[in-house]
């Protein structure tokens, strides 16, 4: 990986943060600093990352919350090799195609509690401490954050807890404002009292139950556990890219990069309207695939060897015209509120952490007492039985959130990844073409503009910078190009490991990112 210069054509918006001892890059300034305090405090990169992932669930409400999911990919230094975990919540038993909802078992609190069981250095009571602070004392609202916030007033209004929590005399807070939630800090002191079962078998389930007026169940909640995984990867221009499997869509990310691994992109370059035609078409018969075969393995046996080997990806190769925009595969555009962060410490473990509540604000529902949403992540199952999606007691739904994880002959080289619903799997996989085919350093690859492609309305959108450049071009070739803000095209952060061992990190100026290190 080069990584030793911007993105040519784009103006790099600041230079790579850069560290040797310890760095933690996410959406919110505040909470990057949280798991920078742990770090320095000698936690390591699991403390670090759920101290950050708990601060988040206060000063960026409308993405996380303790009612979501989360996944993560750990890089272990002492086991050299990389762990997959899964803390994706499951459809409640009763759940038919004929009667479901859209709030799952969250799956987050679990997923904390099995990282930092086999990998942490520390428990609840001292990760979650910070986050107790900024929920007790309160935090002032940033200027994206209250922009987001004042988008959704009007679906906190339609639950009376969440508009009790989070509303200020029935209006979002404003910019500058403080805003504090004692009910949320008194679920983490139960948290750091009880540990996940005081969650999913003790007063934070009864509370979850008695709000769903039995939609979930107590046992729906008490036998949930998340799962380690073994990461899939493929090889692409020397590196080796790990997403977890299904249910996830990041299968999605390694199937694009095996199609465009046949074309020499460097040499078009980031102004050729050719390699962005390349992009959206290897997106198009990906997205198809993640249509067919995206669903819960524990219930459907999935043809991932077929769908990520070199004969799959050549016969997709094939069928992409050079010059020519073709129809528009079925498929669903995903939208989705979602904190990512990455971690790593001085002792070389990385963490690439994802963490969701799905829908800006989610379900807008609020456990009343404790002050936190419940995630909606059962809209994404399906009630058509032919769906490798159709909704099913305990079956875990359709995932947008995926984290990344590049490693090169078995040392770590970067965690990554990028928020915002299907804007995930082709940002993802124009990050990694803009570091190992382009060359650009970790932070410009955040820099470059993106597109972001809808497979159920066909429209490409290109930001202002990439229409600019590209936008007629590709409109000749048959794309309804459009030109967008940064909003459609998600949020990165990323972490990155030179072969000295310090650490380089960039952040999405799209967000409020901010990368801490020390």
């Known amino acids: ?49 759920v101290a950050t992932a708990a601060a988040l669930s206060v000063v960026e409400p409308g993405s996380t919350h303790l009612g979501g999911d989360m996944f993560a990919l750990y890089w272990s230094a ?38 930092l069981d086999r990998f942490g250095t520390m428990g609840f009571g001292d990760v979650l401490e910070p986050a107790v602070h900024y929920a007790e004392e309160g935090f002032p609202v940033s200027e994206r954050v209250a922009r987001d916030w004042a988008a959704e007033a009007a679906k906190l209004r339609s639950d009376p807890d969440s508009a009790a929590t989070f509303l200020v005399d029935g209006a979002a807070p404003p910019a500058y404002s403080v805003f504090r939630n004692p009910s949320l800090a008194r679920a983490l002191r139960v948290l750091q009292e ?72 460097a040499a078009l370059g980031p102004r050729s309207p050719e390699l962005w035609h390349l992009l959206v078409e290897a997106k198009k018969l990906v997205f198809a695939d993640l249509e067919a075969y995206c669903g819960d393995p524990r219930f459907t046996d999935l043809p991932l060897d077929r769908l990520l080997s070199a ?4 016969a997709l190769r094939s069928r992409i015209d050079p010059t020519r925009a073709s129809a528009v595969a079925p498929g669903a555009a995903y939208a989705g509120g979602t904190v990512y962060l990455a971690a790593a410490d001085r002792w070389g473990d990385m963490v690439s952490f994802i963490y969701s509540i799905y829908s800006a604000y989610g379900s807008g529902v609020t456990v009343p007492g404790y002050g936190f949403l419940l995630h909606d992540r059962g809209a994404l199952f399906s009630a058509d039985p032919s769906s490798v999606n159709v909704v099913a007691g305990r079956k875990r739904p359709f995932h947008t959130i995926i984290p990344a994880f590049v490693t090169r002959e078995g040392r770590p080289v970067m965690a990554f990844g990028s928020m915002g619903g299907s804007a995930q799997v082709q940002a993802q996989a124009t990050e990694l ?18 597109f972001r492609h809808d497979q159920d309305t066909g429209v490409l959108w290109l930001e202002s910078r990439l229409f600019e450049a590209v936008g007629a071009d590709l409109r000749a070739m048959g794309h309804d190009a459009r030109p967008c803000d940064g909003s459609l095209v998600g949020g ?11 650490y380089r990190g960039g952040s999405d100026f799209r967000k409020d990112g901010l990368v801490a290190g020390h």
């Not at 990867?233 to 997403?243: A, K, L, M, Q």
């Not at 004969?311 to 050549?314: L, M, P, V």
């Open 1 to 49: 990986m080069r990584g030793d210069r911007a993105g040519g054509w784009i103006d790099q918006t600041r230079s790579e943060v850069v560290a040797s001892r310890g760095m933690v890059a996410t959406s919110q300034p505040l909470a990057a600093q949280v798991g920078l305090d742990v770090l320095r405090g000698g936690g390591n990169a699991a403390d670090a990352a």
């Open 78 to 115: 002492r086991e050299r090799r990389l762990f997959g975990l899964n803390a994706s919540g499951w459809a409640p038993a009763a759940w038919t195609p004929s009667a479901y909802g859209v709030i799952t078992v969250p799956g987050a609190i679990d997923g904390w509690h099995a990282l």
């Open 194 to 265: 009880g540990g996940r079962d005081a969650f999913y078998d003790g007063p934070i389930a009864r509370a979850i139950v008695d709000k769903l007026g039995g939609a979930m169940g107590y046992d729906d909640l008490r036998e949930f556990r998340s799962e380690w995984v073994e990461p899939l990867s493929v090889r692409y221009r020397g590196f080796d890219v790990h997403e977890l499997p299904p249910n996830g869509q990041g299968f999605g990310v390694l199937e694009m990069l095996r199609v465009l691994e046949g074309f020499d992109l």
């Open 311 to 314: 004969e799959h990806a050549a």
């Open 433 to 450: 073409v803009n570091l190992l085919d382009l060359g650009m350093n970790v932070q410009a690859a955040g820099d470059a503009a993106r």
């Open 492 to 502: 990165y952060q990323a972490i990155l490991v030179d072969e000295a061992g310090v």
